[in-house]
């Protein structure tokens, strides 16, 4: 059963960076593309952008262009995605999802990461 | 970008009524459309899928249907394990969008 494995939660001050590991074990790791979708309290999801484990390949959406990297590494089998120029709004819970290639649907949701940004 | 204008933001329902939720996308998605349902606290979780496909163990009281680009979903019998938001999402291109969300309330 594909399992992802992210960090609880994070606080962080406006303006600084956070960096979200999501681990990945019992599939392998080039199998599926990792998604990360936000959701800020009370709020909707908002889907941030992508990545292919096999290649290293992002697709990201234009919101969020310029200030989050998506990256992997196959040696521990991790995905990290890094916001960076926190501000207030950022804080929310942050998924990453495990989705096959293509535009799709996530049928595997993990605990998620909040990140708290606050002075 | 695909925008997702789901309706009505809230709804109060009784147990065993019926409930109604839309979701128009501003351009054509085929029947790339999913339903997710979110309890305070938790992770979303997959109701149905390509519009109208019910996920493996989601009880048949939930349902998908389209027309064009306006898709619904409806709980014919609300119980009281399903008062929580509803989200849909359009799965044909990027980037992904997802609807505004809709709270099923107890009346």
């Known amino acids: 059963q594909v399992q992802l494995v992210q960090p609880g939660a994070e606080v962080k001050k406006p303006g600084a960076s956070v960096k979200i590991s999501c681990k990945a074990s019992?599939?392998?790791?080039?199998?599926?593309?990792i998604h990360w979708v936000r959701q800020a309290p009370g709020q909707g999801l908002e889907w941030m952008g992508m990545?292919?484990?096999?290649?290293?390949?992002?697709t990201y959406a234009q919101k969020f262009q310029g200030r989050v990297t998506m990256t992997r590494d196959t040696s521990t089998s991790t995905v990290y995605m890094e916001l960076s120029s926190l501000r207030s709004e950022d804080t929310a819970v942050y998924y990453c999802l495990p989705a096959v290639a293509g535009p799709t649907w996530f049928d595997s949701w993990g605990q998620g990461t909040l990140v708290t940004v606050s002075s | 970008d695909i925008r997702m204008t789901q309706s009505p933001s809230s709804v109060s329902a009784s147990v065993g009524g019926r409930v109604t939720i839309t979701c128009r996308a501003s351009?054509?998605?085929?029947?790339?459309l999913t339903w997710y349902q979110q309890k305070p606290g938790k992770a979303p979780k997959v109701l149905i899928f390509?519009?109208?496909s019910l996920q493996s163990g989601v009880p048949s009281r939930f349902s998908g249907s389209e027309s064009g680009t306006e898709f619904t979903l409806t709980i014919s019998s609300l119980q009281p394990d399903d008062f929580a938001t509803y989200y849909c999402q359009q799965a044909h291109s990027f980037p992904l969008t997802f609807g505004g969300g809709t709270k099923v309330e107890i009346k």
């Open positions: 390509a519009a109208s």
């Open positions: 990545i292919n484990p096999s290649g290293g390949s992002t």
């Open positions: 019992h599939y392998t790791f080039t199998t599926y593309y």
């Open positions: 351009q054509g998605i085929s029947s790339w």
